[in-house]
Protein backbone atom coordinates (compact mmCIF):
# COMPACT_ATOMS: atom_id res chain seq x y z
CA UNK A 1 0.00 0.00 0.00
CA UNK A 2 1.37 3.51 -0.90
CA UNK A 3 1.53 6.16 1.63
CA UNK A 4 0.12 9.06 0.23
CA UNK A 5 0.66 11.94 3.00
CA UNK A 6 -0.09 15.40 3.41
CA UNK A 7 3.72 15.98 3.50
CA UNK A 8 3.95 14.65 -0.10
CA UNK A 9 1.40 16.76 -1.33
CA UNK A 10 2.61 20.28 0.00
CA UNK A 11 5.82 18.93 -1.45
CA UNK A 12 4.66 18.74 -5.08
CA UNK A 13 2.96 22.07 -4.52
CA UNK A 14 5.69 23.71 -3.01
CA UNK A 15 8.14 22.50 -5.42
CA UNK A 16 5.66 23.86 -8.57
CA UNK A 17 5.73 27.13 -6.44
CA UNK A 18 9.78 27.34 -6.65
CA UNK A 19 9.34 27.12 -10.28
CA UNK A 20 7.68 30.27 -10.65
CA UNK A 21 5.43 29.10 -13.21
CA UNK A 22 2.38 29.70 -11.49
CA UNK A 23 1.63 33.74 -9.99
CA UNK A 24 -0.64 33.87 -7.86
CA UNK A 25 -2.37 31.33 -6.52
CA UNK A 26 -0.96 28.85 -4.31
CA UNK A 27 2.47 29.45 -5.66
CA UNK A 28 3.51 32.55 -2.90
CA UNK A 29 1.54 30.74 -0.09
CA UNK A 30 3.00 27.08 -0.24
CA UNK A 31 6.30 28.45 -1.63
CA UNK A 32 6.96 30.79 1.41
CA UNK A 33 6.19 31.08 5.27
CA UNK A 34 2.97 31.69 4.71
CA UNK A 35 -0.54 30.43 5.21
CA UNK A 36 -0.24 27.57 2.83
CA UNK A 37 -4.32 27.36 3.44
CA UNK A 38 -4.33 30.47 1.17
CA UNK A 39 -4.33 29.13 -2.38
CA UNK A 40 -6.63 27.02 -1.81
CA UNK A 41 -9.08 29.19 -0.10
CA UNK A 42 -9.41 31.21 -2.99
CA UNK A 43 -10.34 28.00 -5.15
CA UNK A 44 -13.56 27.92 -1.85
CA UNK A 45 -14.08 31.38 -2.36
CA UNK A 46 -14.67 30.99 -6.18
CA UNK A 47 -17.54 27.93 -5.35
CA UNK A 48 -18.77 29.91 -2.75
CA UNK A 49 -20.87 32.46 -5.44
CA UNK A 50 -21.54 28.73 -7.18
CA UNK A 51 -25.73 28.43 -7.25
CA UNK A 52 -26.79 26.21 -10.48
CA UNK A 53 -28.18 22.31 -9.02
CA UNK A 54 -25.71 19.79 -10.27
CA UNK A 55 -27.49 17.47 -13.42
CA UNK A 56 -27.96 14.01 -12.12
CA UNK A 57 -29.25 10.94 -13.88
CA UNK A 58 -32.89 11.12 -13.67
CA UNK A 59 -35.39 8.49 -15.42
CA UNK A 60 -35.83 10.22 -18.64
CA UNK A 61 -34.65 12.93 -20.26
CA UNK A 62 -30.87 14.40 -20.47
CA UNK A 63 -28.29 12.03 -18.76
CA UNK A 64 -31.65 9.37 -18.12
CA UNK A 65 -31.20 6.15 -16.65
CA UNK A 66 -31.97 3.60 -19.14
CA UNK A 67 -31.06 -0.43 -19.23
CA UNK A 68 -28.94 -1.19 -22.21
CA UNK A 69 -31.48 -3.75 -23.19
CA UNK A 70 -34.84 -1.64 -23.36
CA UNK A 71 -33.92 0.29 -26.39
CA UNK A 72 -33.66 -0.44 -30.22
CA UNK A 73 -32.48 2.65 -31.62
CA UNK A 74 -30.68 5.59 -31.10
CA UNK A 75 -30.70 8.76 -33.16
CA UNK A 76 -28.23 11.22 -33.84
CA UNK A 77 -29.29 14.39 -33.87
CA UNK A 78 -29.54 17.93 -33.31
CA UNK A 79 -31.11 19.12 -30.51
CA UNK A 80 -31.48 22.15 -28.05
CA UNK A 81 -30.78 22.09 -24.26
CA UNK A 82 -30.30 24.74 -21.49
CA UNK A 83 -26.61 24.29 -20.39
CA UNK A 84 -26.58 27.81 -19.66
CA UNK A 85 -29.36 29.05 -16.90
CA UNK A 86 -32.23 30.80 -19.40
CA UNK A 87 -30.27 30.21 -22.27
CA UNK A 88 -31.08 27.64 -25.22
CA UNK A 89 -28.10 25.96 -26.48
CA UNK A 90 -28.24 24.17 -29.97
CA UNK A 91 -25.91 20.60 -29.57
CA UNK A 92 -25.59 17.23 -31.07
CA UNK A 93 -27.42 13.92 -28.87
CA UNK A 94 -27.62 10.99 -29.21
CA UNK A 95 -31.93 10.67 -28.81
CA UNK A 96 -33.82 7.56 -27.54
CA UNK A 97 -37.52 6.53 -26.86
CA UNK A 98 -38.01 3.95 -24.47
CA UNK A 99 -41.15 2.80 -22.97
CA UNK A 100 -43.34 6.09 -23.74
CA UNK A 101 -39.98 7.96 -22.34
CA UNK A 102 -37.76 10.02 -24.02
CA UNK A 103 -33.79 10.38 -23.75
CA UNK A 104 -31.18 12.56 -24.72
CA UNK A 105 -27.85 11.21 -24.12
CA UNK A 106 -29.10 8.28 -21.73
CA UNK A 107 -26.76 6.69 -18.90
CA UNK A 108 -26.76 3.43 -19.97
CA UNK A 109 -27.10 0.34 -17.45
CA UNK A 110 -26.05 -3.26 -18.40
CA UNK A 111 -25.34 -5.97 -16.53
CA UNK A 112 -21.90 -8.37 -17.57
CA UNK A 113 -23.39 -11.06 -20.07
CA UNK A 114 -26.73 -8.68 -21.40
CA UNK A 115 -26.77 -8.52 -25.53
CA UNK A 116 -26.88 -5.19 -26.59
CA UNK A 117 -29.08 -4.79 -30.08
CA UNK A 118 -29.13 -1.36 -30.99
CA UNK A 119 -29.35 0.35 -34.70
CA UNK A 120 -27.79 4.19 -34.71
CA UNK A 121 -29.38 6.31 -37.15
CA UNK A 122 -27.57 9.05 -38.51
CA UNK A 123 -30.08 12.40 -38.64
CA UNK A 124 -26.62 14.71 -38.93
CA UNK A 125 -25.48 16.25 -41.75
CA UNK A 126 -21.97 14.77 -41.30
CA UNK A 127 -20.90 10.95 -41.22
CA UNK A 128 -20.97 9.83 -37.82
CA UNK A 129 -20.52 6.18 -35.54
CA UNK A 130 -20.59 5.29 -31.91
CA UNK A 131 -17.56 4.06 -30.08
CA UNK A 132 -18.18 2.00 -26.80
CA UNK A 133 -15.05 3.45 -25.12
CA UNK A 134 -13.28 0.58 -22.74
CA UNK A 135 -15.33 -2.72 -23.70
CA UNK A 136 -13.98 -5.36 -25.46
CA UNK A 137 -16.14 -5.82 -28.36
CA UNK A 138 -15.16 -7.08 -31.80
CA UNK A 139 -13.64 -4.48 -34.17
CA UNK A 140 -17.05 -3.78 -36.24
CA UNK A 141 -18.76 -3.19 -33.03
CA UNK A 142 -16.45 -1.28 -31.65
CA UNK A 143 -16.99 1.29 -34.02
CA UNK A 144 -13.72 2.62 -33.97
CA UNK A 145 -14.40 4.82 -37.32
CA UNK A 146 -12.73 2.25 -39.94
CA UNK A 147 -16.76 2.29 -40.91
CA UNK A 148 -18.65 5.30 -40.15
CA UNK A 149 -22.46 5.90 -40.84
CA UNK A 150 -23.32 8.52 -43.08
CA UNK A 151 -25.85 11.26 -43.05
CA UNK A 152 -29.54 9.64 -43.67
CA UNK A 153 -27.95 5.74 -42.83
CA UNK A 154 -27.87 3.81 -40.44
CA UNK A 155 -25.96 0.83 -38.73
CA UNK A 156 -26.85 -1.80 -36.25
CA UNK A 157 -24.69 -2.84 -32.94
CA UNK A 158 -24.94 -6.45 -31.86
CA UNK A 159 -22.81 -7.58 -29.14
CA UNK A 160 -22.27 -9.12 -25.53
CA UNK A 161 -21.25 -7.26 -22.66
CA UNK A 162 -18.06 -9.03 -20.64
CA UNK A 163 -16.49 -6.42 -19.33
CA UNK A 164 -15.61 -6.04 -15.77
CA UNK A 165 -18.30 -3.63 -14.15
CA UNK A 166 -17.30 -0.11 -14.17
CA UNK A 167 -18.39 2.93 -16.10
CA UNK A 168 -17.43 3.22 -19.70
CA UNK A 169 -18.32 5.80 -22.18
CA UNK A 170 -19.81 6.32 -25.25
CA UNK A 171 -19.32 8.87 -28.54
CA UNK A 172 -18.78 9.47 -31.58
CA UNK A 173 -15.12 8.28 -33.58
CA UNK A 174 -15.61 9.38 -37.57
CA UNK A 175 -12.26 10.35 -38.15
CA UNK A 176 -12.04 14.24 -39.44
CA UNK A 177 -15.56 14.58 -37.37
CA UNK A 178 -14.75 13.46 -33.55
CA UNK A 179 -13.40 16.42 -32.02
CA UNK A 180 -16.62 18.74 -32.46
CA UNK A 181 -19.39 16.28 -32.59
CA UNK A 182 -17.82 15.56 -29.12
CA UNK A 183 -17.50 19.10 -28.12
CA UNK A 184 -20.90 19.68 -29.40
CA UNK A 185 -22.70 17.06 -27.00
CA UNK A 186 -22.26 13.41 -28.31
CA UNK A 187 -21.23 11.79 -25.03
CA UNK A 188 -22.47 9.65 -22.60
CA UNK A 189 -22.13 6.82 -19.82
CA UNK A 190 -22.09 3.32 -20.02
CA UNK A 191 -22.64 1.55 -16.47
CA UNK A 192 -21.34 -2.19 -16.55
CA UNK A 193 -22.36 -3.99 -13.32
CA UNK A 194 -21.28 -7.36 -12.03
CA UNK A 195 -20.93 -9.26 -8.27
CA UNK A 196 -18.39 -7.14 -7.09
CA UNK A 197 -20.56 -3.81 -8.00
CA UNK A 198 -23.77 -5.12 -6.68
CA UNK A 199 -21.44 -6.09 -3.52
CA UNK A 200 -19.82 -2.55 -2.88
CA UNK A 201 -23.55 -1.04 -3.43
CA UNK A 202 -24.66 -3.18 -0.73
CA UNK A 203 -22.27 -2.66 1.80
CA UNK A 204 -21.86 0.89 1.51
CA UNK A 205 -25.87 1.32 0.62
CA UNK A 206 -25.32 3.07 -2.43
CA UNK A 207 -28.00 4.54 -4.54
CA UNK A 208 -27.20 6.15 -8.15
CA UNK A 209 -28.05 9.78 -8.31
CA UNK A 210 -28.36 9.96 -4.51
CA UNK A 211 -25.37 8.55 -2.95
CA UNK A 212 -23.35 8.26 -5.95
CA UNK A 213 -22.75 10.34 -8.27
CA UNK A 214 -21.45 10.38 -11.84
CA UNK A 215 -19.69 13.87 -12.80
CA UNK A 216 -18.70 14.20 -15.89
CA UNK A 217 -16.01 17.18 -16.31
CA UNK A 218 -15.87 19.13 -19.72
CA UNK A 219 -14.59 22.40 -20.10
CA UNK A 220 -16.59 24.73 -23.25
CA UNK A 221 -16.39 28.03 -24.90
CA UNK A 222 -19.85 30.07 -25.15
CA UNK A 223 -20.89 33.26 -27.36
CA UNK A 224 -23.35 35.40 -26.28
CA UNK A 225 -26.60 33.63 -27.37
CA UNK A 226 -25.18 30.96 -25.70
CA UNK A 227 -24.06 28.67 -28.49
CA UNK A 228 -21.22 26.37 -28.27
CA UNK A 229 -17.88 28.07 -29.93
CA UNK A 230 -15.76 25.45 -31.90
CA UNK A 231 -13.50 27.15 -33.71
CA UNK A 232 -9.87 25.81 -33.34
CA UNK A 233 -6.79 28.10 -35.08
CA UNK A 234 -4.18 25.48 -36.46
CA UNK A 235 -2.50 26.05 -33.34
CA UNK A 236 -5.16 25.00 -31.46
CA UNK A 237 -6.09 21.85 -33.88
CA UNK A 238 -2.40 20.97 -33.29
CA UNK A 239 -2.12 21.59 -29.39
CA UNK A 240 -5.87 21.22 -28.16
CA UNK A 241 -9.07 23.02 -27.57
CA UNK A 242 -9.17 24.28 -24.29
CA UNK A 243 -12.23 26.33 -22.87
CA UNK A 244 -12.92 28.37 -20.31
CA UNK A 245 -15.96 27.74 -18.88
CA UNK A 246 -15.94 24.57 -16.61
CA UNK A 247 -19.23 22.18 -16.68
CA UNK A 248 -19.85 19.09 -14.33
CA UNK A 249 -22.61 17.07 -16.17
CA UNK A 250 -23.34 19.87 -18.24
CA UNK A 251 -24.04 22.64 -15.19
CA UNK A 252 -21.90 25.04 -14.82
CA UNK A 253 -20.66 26.56 -11.25
CA UNK A 254 -22.81 23.68 -9.84
CA UNK A 255 -23.63 22.88 -6.30
CA UNK A 256 -24.73 19.33 -4.88
CA UNK A 257 -26.06 18.27 -1.60
CA UNK A 258 -24.29 15.48 -0.14
CA UNK A 259 -25.19 13.66 3.26
CA UNK A 260 -22.27 12.84 6.19
CA UNK A 261 -21.68 9.95 4.91
CA UNK A 262 -19.30 7.66 1.90
CA UNK A 263 -20.67 9.17 -1.21
CA UNK A 264 -19.07 7.64 -4.34
CA UNK A 265 -18.37 9.83 -7.25
CA UNK A 266 -17.93 7.91 -10.62
CA UNK A 267 -15.61 10.55 -12.81
CA UNK A 268 -15.29 11.17 -16.44
CA UNK A 269 -12.68 13.16 -18.02
CA UNK A 270 -14.81 13.85 -21.40
CA UNK A 271 -12.97 17.43 -22.28
CA UNK A 272 -11.44 16.84 -25.68
CA UNK A 273 -7.92 18.36 -24.70
CA UNK A 274 -8.00 19.41 -20.98
CA UNK A 275 -6.64 17.64 -17.71
CA UNK A 276 -7.81 17.90 -14.35
CA UNK A 277 -5.85 17.64 -11.24
CA UNK A 278 -8.83 16.80 -8.80
CA UNK A 279 -8.73 17.56 -5.07
CA UNK A 280 -11.63 17.62 -2.31
CA UNK A 281 -10.84 21.34 -0.64
CA UNK A 282 -12.22 22.06 3.13
CA UNK A 283 -11.32 25.54 4.60
CA UNK A 284 -7.77 25.65 3.25
CA UNK A 285 -7.09 21.65 3.50
CA UNK A 286 -6.81 18.75 1.36
CA UNK A 287 -9.62 16.02 2.67
CA UNK A 288 -8.64 12.61 1.57
CA UNK A 289 -10.86 10.07 0.22
CA UNK A 290 -10.16 7.05 -1.36
CA UNK A 291 -9.52 5.81 -5.11
CA UNK A 292 -11.71 2.67 -5.64
CA UNK A 293 -10.88 2.37 -9.28
CA UNK A 294 -10.24 3.65 -13.05
CA UNK A 295 -11.22 3.27 -16.93
CA UNK A 296 -11.85 -0.46 -16.35
CA UNK A 297 -13.29 -0.85 -12.50
CA UNK A 298 -12.34 -1.76 -9.27
CA UNK A 299 -8.81 -2.12 -7.69
CA UNK A 300 -7.96 -4.80 -5.11
CA UNK A 301 -8.68 -2.12 -2.15
CA UNK A 302 -8.96 1.53 -2.28
CA UNK A 303 -5.84 3.78 -2.18
CA UNK A 304 -6.22 6.60 0.27
CA UNK A 305 -4.78 9.57 -1.98
CA UNK A 306 -5.60 13.55 -1.04
CA UNK A 307 -5.39 14.51 -5.17
CA UNK A 308 -5.17 12.87 -8.75
CA UNK A 309 -4.70 13.83 -12.21
CA UNK A 310 -7.98 13.14 -14.51
CA UNK A 311 -7.03 13.13 -18.60
CA UNK A 312 -9.33 13.36 -21.11
CA UNK A 313 -11.21 9.73 -22.02
CA UNK A 314 -10.22 8.46 -18.42
CA UNK A 315 -12.46 8.05 -15.58
CA UNK A 316 -11.79 6.92 -11.76
CA UNK A 317 -13.87 5.63 -8.84
CA UNK A 318 -13.92 7.59 -5.79
CA UNK A 319 -14.99 7.34 -2.63
CA UNK A 320 -15.61 10.39 -0.22
CA UNK A 321 -16.49 9.83 3.54
CA UNK A 322 -17.85 13.31 4.17
CA UNK A 323 -18.04 11.73 8.01
CA UNK A 324 -14.41 13.09 8.14
CA UNK A 325 -15.38 16.59 6.73
CA UNK A 326 -16.45 19.32 9.56
CA UNK A 327 -20.14 19.59 9.43
CA UNK A 328 -21.68 22.43 8.27
CA UNK A 329 -19.36 24.03 5.92
CA UNK A 330 -18.71 23.29 1.85
CA UNK A 331 -16.78 21.22 0.39
CA UNK A 332 -15.56 22.19 -2.68
CA UNK A 333 -14.01 19.87 -5.46
CA UNK A 334 -11.34 21.59 -7.39
CA UNK A 335 -8.76 21.52 -10.35
CA UNK A 336 -5.55 22.20 -8.48
CA UNK A 337 -3.00 24.09 -10.24
CA UNK A 338 -0.49 22.29 -12.55
CA UNK A 339 2.11 22.83 -15.59
CA UNK A 340 0.23 21.93 -18.62
CA UNK A 341 3.72 21.12 -19.93
CA UNK A 342 2.73 22.73 -23.79
CA UNK A 343 6.39 22.41 -24.25
CA UNK A 344 6.25 20.96 -28.00
CA UNK A 345 7.73 24.49 -28.98
CA UNK A 346 7.16 26.00 -32.53
CA UNK A 347 3.65 26.87 -31.28
CA UNK A 348 2.73 29.78 -28.80
CA UNK A 349 -0.34 27.79 -27.56
CA UNK A 350 -0.07 29.67 -24.80
CA UNK A 351 -0.42 33.41 -26.93
CA UNK A 352 -3.54 31.58 -28.88
CA UNK A 353 -5.14 30.48 -26.01
CA UNK A 354 -5.35 33.99 -24.33
CA UNK A 355 -7.11 35.07 -28.02
CA UNK A 356 -9.18 32.38 -27.60
CA UNK A 357 -10.72 33.34 -23.92
CA UNK A 358 -9.99 36.89 -24.73
CA UNK A 359 -13.46 37.10 -26.81
CA UNK A 360 -17.17 36.76 -25.65
CA UNK A 361 -17.48 36.03 -22.35
CA UNK A 362 -19.78 38.77 -20.99
CA UNK A 363 -21.30 36.33 -18.28
CA UNK A 364 -17.76 34.80 -16.83
CA UNK A 365 -15.01 37.68 -17.13
CA UNK A 366 -13.72 37.10 -14.28
CA UNK A 367 -12.20 33.76 -15.55
CA UNK A 368 -12.38 34.93 -19.28
CA UNK A 369 -8.24 34.02 -18.85
CA UNK A 370 -8.17 30.60 -17.51
CA UNK A 371 -6.30 28.42 -19.18
CA UNK A 372 -5.13 24.70 -18.46
CA UNK A 373 -3.66 24.11 -15.44
CA UNK A 374 -5.08 26.86 -13.51
CA UNK A 375 -6.61 26.61 -10.02
CA UNK A 376 -10.37 26.12 -10.44
CA UNK A 377 -13.42 25.17 -8.49
CA UNK A 378 -15.69 22.83 -10.26
CA UNK A 379 -18.51 22.14 -8.14
CA UNK A 380 -19.85 22.52 -3.89
CA UNK A 381 -20.75 20.33 -1.90
CA UNK A 382 -23.01 21.93 0.22
CA UNK A 383 -22.94 19.11 3.46
CA UNK A 384 -26.33 17.96 4.57
CA UNK A 385 -27.39 17.30 8.46
CA UNK A 386 -27.42 13.53 8.44
CA UNK A 387 -30.57 11.98 8.79
CA UNK A 388 -30.43 8.55 9.07
CA UNK A 389 -27.64 7.05 10.68
CA UNK A 390 -25.11 5.94 8.74
CA UNK A 391 -22.10 3.23 10.25
CA UNK A 392 -20.52 1.93 6.98
CA UNK A 393 -17.03 1.32 6.41
CA UNK A 394 -14.91 0.84 3.42
CA UNK A 395 -14.47 -2.23 2.67
CA UNK A 396 -10.15 -3.59 2.87
CA UNK A 397 -11.26 -5.98 -0.32
CA UNK A 398 -12.84 -4.48 -3.48
CA UNK A 399 -12.04 -7.10 -6.12
CA UNK A 400 -10.44 -9.88 -6.93
CA UNK A 401 -7.78 -8.36 -9.44
CA UNK A 402 -4.18 -10.17 -9.03
CA UNK A 403 -1.34 -8.23 -9.37
CA UNK A 404 0.41 -8.04 -13.22
CA UNK A 405 3.51 -9.51 -14.10
CA UNK A 406 5.99 -8.26 -17.20
CA UNK A 407 4.65 -10.46 -20.32
CA UNK A 408 8.43 -12.46 -21.76
CA UNK A 409 9.72 -10.88 -24.52
CA UNK A 410 10.98 -7.71 -25.75
CA UNK A 411 8.60 -4.39 -25.48
CA UNK A 412 6.98 -3.39 -28.39
CA UNK A 413 8.22 0.45 -28.65
CA UNK A 414 5.88 3.15 -29.43
CA UNK A 415 7.59 6.53 -29.81
CA UNK A 416 5.21 9.79 -29.28
CA UNK A 417 6.42 12.52 -30.91
CA UNK A 418 5.43 15.48 -34.08
CA UNK A 419 7.04 16.07 -36.99
CA UNK A 420 7.19 19.91 -36.64
CA UNK A 421 4.52 20.30 -39.40
CA UNK A 422 1.74 20.23 -37.00
CA UNK A 423 1.15 16.51 -37.13
CA UNK A 424 0.93 14.29 -33.69
CA UNK A 425 2.96 11.19 -34.56
CA UNK A 426 3.25 7.64 -33.55
CA UNK A 427 6.68 5.66 -34.34
CA UNK A 428 7.24 8.85 -36.70
CA UNK A 429 3.86 8.01 -39.11
CA UNK A 430 0.82 9.69 -39.20
CA UNK A 431 -2.70 8.04 -39.25
CA UNK A 432 -3.66 6.47 -42.18
CA UNK A 433 -6.87 4.52 -42.20
CA UNK A 434 -6.14 2.36 -44.62
CA UNK A 435 -2.81 1.13 -43.23
CA UNK A 436 -2.34 -1.50 -40.54
CA UNK A 437 0.57 0.00 -39.09
CA UNK A 438 1.06 -3.14 -36.88
CA UNK A 439 -0.17 -6.63 -36.00
CA UNK A 440 -0.41 -8.77 -33.00
CA UNK A 441 -1.46 -12.36 -32.78
CA UNK A 442 -4.67 -13.52 -30.90
CA UNK A 443 -3.96 -14.30 -27.20
CA UNK A 444 -0.02 -12.82 -27.61
CA UNK A 445 1.12 -10.91 -23.66
CA UNK A 446 2.86 -8.34 -25.47
CA UNK A 447 4.80 -5.53 -23.02
CA UNK A 448 4.24 -2.13 -24.97
CA UNK A 449 7.19 0.55 -23.97
CA UNK A 450 5.20 4.04 -24.46
CA UNK A 451 7.94 6.87 -24.54
CA UNK A 452 6.99 10.43 -24.99
CA UNK A 453 9.85 13.00 -26.77
CA UNK A 454 10.39 15.77 -24.45
CA UNK A 455 9.88 18.67 -26.61
CA UNK A 456 6.15 17.28 -26.80
CA UNK A 457 2.68 18.17 -24.55
CA UNK A 458 1.20 15.44 -22.60
CA UNK A 459 -1.08 12.42 -24.74
CA UNK A 460 -3.78 10.27 -22.51
CA UNK A 461 -3.00 7.62 -25.15
CA UNK A 462 -6.01 4.98 -25.55
CA UNK A 463 -6.26 1.71 -27.15
CA UNK A 464 -9.05 -0.18 -28.64
CA UNK A 465 -10.03 -3.50 -28.05
CA UNK A 466 -8.34 -4.26 -24.81
CA UNK A 467 -8.01 -2.65 -21.59
CA UNK A 468 -4.54 -3.03 -20.14
CA UNK A 469 -2.45 -2.35 -17.02
CA UNK A 470 0.62 -0.39 -16.40
CA UNK A 471 4.36 -2.28 -15.05
CA UNK A 472 6.34 1.24 -14.79
CA UNK A 473 6.76 4.46 -14.87
CA UNK A 474 9.96 6.17 -16.16
CA UNK A 475 11.33 9.62 -16.63
CA UNK A 476 8.08 11.22 -14.83
CA UNK A 477 8.19 15.20 -14.58
CA UNK A 478 8.97 16.70 -11.38
CA UNK A 479 4.66 17.49 -10.55
CA UNK A 480 4.48 14.01 -10.49
CA UNK A 481 7.07 12.17 -9.30
CA UNK A 482 5.76 13.04 -5.43
CA UNK A 483 2.58 11.68 -6.36
CA UNK A 484 4.20 8.24 -7.26
CA UNK A 485 5.13 5.34 -5.34
CA UNK A 486 6.88 1.51 -6.22
CA UNK A 487 8.07 1.43 -9.82
CA UNK A 488 6.98 5.40 -10.01
CA UNK A 489 3.29 4.12 -10.00
CA UNK A 490 0.77 6.58 -9.68
CA UNK A 491 -2.26 5.06 -7.88
CA UNK A 492 -4.23 5.33 -10.84
CA UNK A 493 -2.10 3.07 -12.54
CA UNK A 494 -2.72 -0.10 -10.11
CA UNK A 495 -6.00 -0.66 -11.85
CA UNK A 496 -7.27 -1.78 -14.97
CA UNK A 497 -7.13 0.78 -17.75
CA UNK A 498 -7.79 1.98 -21.14
CA UNK A 499 -6.42 4.80 -21.44
CA UNK A 500 -2.90 6.43 -19.93
CA UNK A 501 -0.89 9.57 -19.36
CA UNK A 502 2.56 9.78 -20.80
CA UNK A 503 4.37 13.21 -19.78
CA UNK A 504 6.69 14.82 -21.64
CA UNK A 505 10.04 13.04 -21.55
CA UNK A 506 7.97 9.90 -19.94
CA UNK A 507 8.73 6.20 -20.99
CA UNK A 508 5.35 4.28 -19.85
CA UNK A 509 5.62 0.79 -19.77
CA UNK A 510 1.78 -1.57 -19.91
CA UNK A 511 1.13 -4.79 -20.44
CA UNK A 512 -1.83 -6.11 -22.88
CA UNK A 513 -3.08 -9.62 -23.10
CA UNK A 514 -4.68 -9.56 -26.93
CA UNK A 515 -6.78 -12.73 -25.73
CA UNK A 516 -10.51 -12.43 -27.24
CA UNK A 517 -13.37 -14.51 -28.10
CA UNK A 518 -14.41 -13.17 -31.59
CA UNK A 519 -14.36 -14.77 -34.83
CA UNK A 520 -11.54 -13.52 -36.96
CA UNK A 521 -9.47 -10.85 -37.82
CA UNK A 522 -9.53 -7.61 -35.69
CA UNK A 523 -9.06 -4.06 -36.60
CA UNK A 524 -8.47 -1.52 -34.04
CA UNK A 525 -6.84 1.89 -33.12
CA UNK A 526 -4.36 3.12 -30.77
CA UNK A 527 -4.49 6.76 -30.12
CA UNK A 528 -4.26 9.89 -28.03
CA UNK A 529 -7.70 11.15 -26.15
CA UNK A 530 -6.62 14.67 -26.44
CA UNK A 531 -9.34 14.69 -29.21
CA UNK A 532 -6.91 17.65 -31.76
CA UNK A 533 -4.33 15.42 -31.01
CA UNK A 534 -6.01 12.18 -32.86
CA UNK A 535 -7.00 14.15 -35.78
CA UNK A 536 -3.36 16.09 -36.07
CA UNK A 537 -2.09 12.46 -36.91
CA UNK A 538 -1.57 10.74 -33.61
CA UNK A 539 -4.00 7.73 -34.15
CA UNK A 540 -2.35 4.52 -35.72
CA UNK A 541 -4.62 0.93 -36.80
CA UNK A 542 -3.45 -2.16 -36.00
CA UNK A 543 -4.33 -5.74 -36.23
CA UNK A 544 -4.96 -8.81 -34.26
CA UNK A 545 -4.57 -11.40 -36.33
CA UNK A 546 -6.52 -14.66 -35.92
CU1 LIG B 1 -12.85 7.31 -26.41
CU2 LIG B 1 -11.04 5.98 -29.74
O1 LIG B 1 -11.94 6.69 -28.09
CU1 LIG C 1 -12.18 3.95 -27.04
CU1 LIG D 1 -1.89 13.86 -27.46
Redesign the pocket.
Known sequence: MHAFTRRHWLGSIGALGASGLFSGVLANPLGSAGDPAEGLLKIEKEAAAFSNPLRLPGSSGLFGVLPATDFREVHVVRSEIEVLPGRRTPVLAYAVESGGRKFLNPALLARKGDQMRVKLINRIDQPTVI?W?GLGVDSRNDG??LQVVAPGQSMGYAFTVQDRSSMY?Y?P?AHGFIPQQAYHGLASLLFVEDEDEVALRKELALALGESEIPLVLQDKAFDAQGRLQYAPSAAQSFGGWVGSRLLVNLTERPVLKAGRRIVRFRLLNGSNARSYRLAFLQQGQALGFYLAGTDGGLLARPQRIEQTFLSP?QRLDVLVDFREAQAGRPVTLASLPFDPMHQEGGHDMAAMDHSQHGAGHGASASVAMAMEGDARALMRIDLTPSGAPYDRRLPTRLSSLAAVDEPAGTPRRMRLDHDGQGHWTINGGVFDHAAVSLTVQRGARETWLIENAERSMPHPM?L?GFSFRVLERLGSPAQIRPLAGARGLLPQDLGVVD?LQVWPGESVKVAIDFSHPHAGDQDY?F?C?TLEH?EAGMMLRYQVKA
Open positions: HHNGWHHGHHTVHHA
